[in-house]
């Protein structure tokens, strides 16, 4: 079946240090593609997506591209802050009307 | 708009015992979900609504859950004869249905423990 594959956390960065975190995906045909954040305290909330192949999502200074070729959509921002420490899921919605979710990545950013 | 709003935030029960929870989705929206998240998991899909009508559910979702959409605005999901295993976060979440991929609205959950 379908499903999401994030790199494990935590990951710990400086201000302004670049930030990457990896996702994977197996799903049969062109599924949509997310990133969710979660804030300390806060529900779930959609950050960027990308219905399909090189789609490319961005939003609050983070982007990911939607790669076909290596089923990845892996999420970047080229400068990090405090406030975006936070859990970050990536998922996918494939056919049917269910989201698959990966497991998380908790982001802890220094100052 | 308020958002999406689950009562009641946390819920603390014994086994055995029945519990009820209430989602309250954005009005126009006609799409509502359930989901169960575990600590350092990712939310699980567990049933789907569009409009009244219950559409998908999760072979995750066991007979003693649950889950109703009465004229298609709120909705509640049972647990009965709760399990220690029950325990986790209950998300609702609510779409407006939409071609290019909808967004779904996440409600901030309520919270389980079944002791």
């Known amino acids: 079946g379908d499903s999401v594959t994030q790199m494990e956390g935590p990951v710990t960065l400086s201000e302004e240090a670049f930030l990457t975190i990896n996702c994977t995906y197996t799903a049969t045909g062109y599924p949509s593609l997310f990133w969710y954040v979660q804030y300390p305290g806060e529900g779930l909330q959609l950050l960027l997506k990308?219905?399909?192949?090189?789609d490319k999502g961005s939003n609050k200074g983070f982007e990911a591209t939607y790669r076909k070729e290596t089923t990845s959509f892996h999420l970047e921002k080229g400068s990090v802050q405090v406030s975006d420490s936070a859990v970050y899921f990536c998922a996918l919605k494939g056919g049917g009307f269910k989201t698959i979710f990966g497991a998380g990545t908790r982001l802890f950013v220094k100052a | 708009d308020t958002g999406v709003s689950q009562n009641p935030r946390h819920k603390i029960t014994k086994r055995g015992q029945n519990v009820t929870f209430r989602c309250d989705p954005i009005?126009?929206?006609?799409?509502l979900y359930w989901y169960r998240q575990t600590l350092g998991q990712g939310p699980e899909f567990l049933t789907y609504?569009?409009?009244?009508?219950?559409?998908?559910k999760s072979r995750l979702l066991s007979d003693r859950f649950s889950a109703e959409r009465p004229k298609g605005s709120f909705s509640t999901l049972e647990i009965q004869r709760t399990e220690q295993g029950d325990s986790a976060m209950y998300l609702c979440?609510?779409?407006?249905?939409?071609?290019?991929?909808?967004?779904?609205?996440f409600g901030p959950g309520t919270r389980l423990l079944v002791l």
């Open positions: 979440a609510s779409s407006l249905a939409v071609s290019g991929g909808e967004t779904q609205y």
């Open positions: 009005s126009e929206h006609n799409r």
């Open positions: 609504f569009q409009n009244e009508a219950q559409l998908e």
């Open positions: 990308a219905t399909k192949a090189d």
